[in-house]
């Protein structure tokens, strides 16, 4: 025994709308992917680095330093910087020269993310040509 359930209508209605559910599924295993993947791509290495050992550099007759102390403050030659105004001091002390080297030394409890800030600092002012400033090691006699 059979029963029809239609009413006698055999066309279909046309769906105007797109389907997302496979997007979304496809969306979900790529968030599951990556959030399995990105804990795996972080290197967490100890490393010690040397001391180095290359060959002092000319030096130029005026060289403009910038300096990070250990409350980092900064200081342009002898005269304290506010980070707000740096681009502008080193506009005024470079006369406007993006190609002047800029020395940068800072303190050595001063932490690398503080040092890299300033170096941030410095490339959105335009000055590329950055030159970190360490002692130099003196060889054993």
Known sequence: MSVRLDHGEDTLNEVHEINVTPFIDVMLVLLIIFMVAAPLATVDIQVNLPAASAEPQPRPDKPLYLT?????????????VNRDLLRSTLDAATSSAKDTRIFLRADKTVPYGDVIEVMNLL???????????????????
Do not use: Q, Y
């Open 68 to 80: 990070v102390k250990s409350d980092l403050t900064l200081t342009l030659g002898n005269d304290p």
């Open 123 to 141: 490339r959105a002012a335009g000055f590329l040509k950055v030159a970190l400033v360490g002692l130099e090691k003196v060889p054993a006699p």
